[in-house]
């Protein structure tokens, strides 16, 4: 196993909390996604 293994999976989960947060936004509050598209 590599040594930089934990780091990555750390990287990979703090993208997809941040991709979920946003998501979660995105569905709550549609208006603000449309807008930004």
């Known amino acids: ?3 930089d293994s ?3 999976i ?5 993208e ?3 991709a979920a947060s946003a998501f ?3 569905i709550s509050k ?3 996604t ?3 598209m």
């Open 10 to 14: 750390r990287s990979n989960m703090l």
């Open 34 to 36: 449309l807008g930004k």
């Open 30 to 32: 549609p208006h603000l």
């Open 6 to 8: 934990p780091p990555n």
């Open 24 to 26: 979660r936004t995105a």
């Open 16 to 18: 997809f909390f941040t």
């Open 1 to 3: 196993m590599c040594k």
